[in-house]
C-alpha cells in the first residue's frame, strides 16, 4: 500500500516534489511531521492539527513501549484509532531515545551540543539491542530490532523506522564504524520480521549512520542502499556546527537510492529546511515548533522578525499593547482571531491557552512554509521562497 512517487525533479539541484502514498492517505512532499511524542501534539487536538494543514504527525515508540505500553494500544485499534488521527501517521524506533536518554544527554548530545547531565538510563548495549531502565517504573527493559518491531506492528504508523543504536557526537570513529555496522545487522533483522509478521501496509525506513565521517556515511549509504527498504532516514549524530550537518546531509543524500523515500531526522529549522530539500530531503521532523510555542515563541516570515532568529517571543513587554495578529500574512485560527497583546497576557498569566494558540500559528506556519516550498519547486524557483522565509 506504500508508494513513493516523484512528480517533479529540479533542475538546480537535487529537490523534488513527491507524493507518498499510504492507507492512511497521501502526503505531498517535501513535507513536515509534527511530533506527538506520547500520541499527541501537545495541547493540541487532531482536529486543530488538521485545520492548519498537517499530513502527518509523528510518534515515539520508546515513551508508548514505556507508558501506556504498545499492547493497550493495540487492543485500542492501533494508534490511529487510540489518537483519532486518520491521516498517516510516522514512529521512530525507539533508539534514539533509549541510547540519548541514555548516554546521560539528551537528544542535543545526539546532535553535539553536549552532556547535560541527566541520570543515566541505558545499561548494557549488546550486539542483541540494549537494556535500559524505564524512567516510568524503574522496570528493566530490553530493546532488540525484533521487539522494537513487535512494537511499530502494534502501533501501526504508517512509516516506521529499523531499530538503530544512535551514536552520540563525541564517540569516536572506530566506534562509529562499529555501531554502524551492528545497525546494517539490526536492519536486516527489522527487514527479516516486517516482512514475516507484517500486514503489508507499513513502510520501513532504513537509518543512515557513520555520524561526521564521510567514508563511513558512504558506506552506510550503500550498505542501505542494497536492502528492501521502502525509503530512508537520514541520522546519528550530523556534527556540532550547522555548516557541518549541511554537508553531512548534503553528501549522504547524493549517495542514497533516489528512486526511494528520504526522511532528515529531528532536523526543523527554516534554513535546515530550504538546504534538506535542495539536497533532495522530503520530509522533516523536529519537536521545536511546538516546544517553542509552548514557551511563548511564534515562527514567522522574515519581514515580521524582529532579530534574524526566526521568531518573535510573545513574552517581550513590546507587545504588551500590540494589537495586530501574530503574523499579519497568516491564516490560522490564531491569527484570524486574537492579538500580540492578548496572547502575550495569556502568557503573562501563565494560561495554558497561550501554548494552544502559538501552537496552532507554529503549526499552520509550518505547513505554510512547505506549500510555499512545494509551490515554489513546481515553478523550479526555490530562491523566491527563500527570498521570503530567509530573505538571503
Ligand atoms: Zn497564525
Not at 541510547?99 to 543515566?120: P, T
Not at 541505558?122 to 518491531?149: H, N, W
Not at 542502499?225 to 550530523?238: C, Q, R, W
Request: glycine letters at 10%; a neutral charge.
Amino acid at each position: 500500500m506504500f508508494k513513493f512517487e516523484t512528480l517533479f525533479r529540479s533542475d538546480r539541484s537535487r529537490a523534488r516534489l513527491g507524493r507518498v502514498h499510504t492507507a492512511h492517505g497521501v502526503i505531498e512532499t517535501p513535507a513536515f511531521i509534527f511530533c506527538g511524542t506520547k500520541a499527541n501534539v501537545k495541547g493540541i487536538t487532531v482536529d486543530q492539527l488538521e485545520a492548519a494543514g498537517t499530513q502527518i504527525i509523528l510518534s515515539n515508540t520508546y515513551h508508548l513501549m514505556l507508558q501506556p505500553g504498545s499492547e493497550t494500544i493495540k487492543s485500542a485499534g492501533g494508534l490511529h484509532k487510540f489518537t483519532g488521527w486518520n491521516k498517516p501517521m510516522f514512529t521512530d524506533s525507539g533508539g534514539f531515545q533509549v541510547f540519548s536518554l541514555g548516554y546521560g544527554g539528551v537528544a542535543s548530545e545526539i546532535k553535539g551540543s553536549g552532556q547535560r547531565g541527566k541520570k543515566r538510563t541505558l545499561l548494557k548495549i549488546t550486539d542483541d539491542g540494549a537494556i535500559f531502565r524505564s524512567y516510568v517504573d524503574g522496570q528493566l527493559i530490553t530493546l532488540t530490532p525484533e521487539r522494537s518491531m513487535q512494537v511499530q506492528m502494534d502501533l501501526g504508523a504508517d512509516i516506521i523506522v529499523a531499530f538503530d543504536e544512535c551514536t552520540p557526537y563525541h564517540t569516536n570513529k572506530f566506534y562509529t564504524a562499529t555501531a554502524m555496522e551492528k545497525n546494517q545487522c539490526w536492519g536486516k533483522r527489522c527487514l527479516n520480521i516486517l516482512k514475516e509478521y507484517g500486514n503489508g501496509s507499513q513502510a520501513l525506513l532504513g537509518v543512515i549512520h557513520g555520524g561526521v565521517y564521510e567514508d563511513l556515511r558512504y558506506e552506510s549509504a550503500m550498505a542501505a542502499n542494497n536492502e528492501a527498504y521502502d525509503g530512508f532516514a537520514i541520522g546519528g549524530s550530523l556534527g556540532k556546527t550547522r555548516r557541518e550537518m549541511w554537508e553531512i546531509v548534503n553528501m549522504t543524500s547524493s549517495w542514497l537510492d533516489r528512486s526511494r523515500y528520504v526522511h532528515l531526522l529531528g532536523i526543523g529549522g527554516i534554513e535546515d529546511i530550504f538546504h534538506g530539500v535542495q539536497c533532495g530531503i522530503d520530509t522533516f521532523d523536529c519537536v521545536a515548533p511546538t516546544r517553542m510555542a509552548r514557551h511563548g515563541a511564534a515562527i514567522v516570515k522574515r519581514k515580521e522578525l524582529r532579530g534574524d532568529n526566526g521568531r518573535i517571543n510573545l513574552n517581550n513587554t513590546a507587545f504588551r499593547g500590540d494589537m495586530d495578529p501574530v503574523s499579519s500574512d497568516c491564516d490560522c485560527y490564531t491569527c484570524k482571531n486574537f492579538t500580540r497583546a492578548y496572547i502575550h497576557h495569556l502568557l503573562k498569566a501563565k494560561e495554558i491557552l497561550a501554548g494552544t494558540l502559538l501552537s496552532i500559528h507554529n503549526i499552520r506556519t509550518m505547513n505554510q512554509l512547505m506549500e510555499d516550498i512545494r509551490n515554489s519547486l513546481a515553478a523550479d524557483n526555490i530562491a523566491a521562497a527563500i527570498a521570503e522565509w530567509c530573505g538571503e
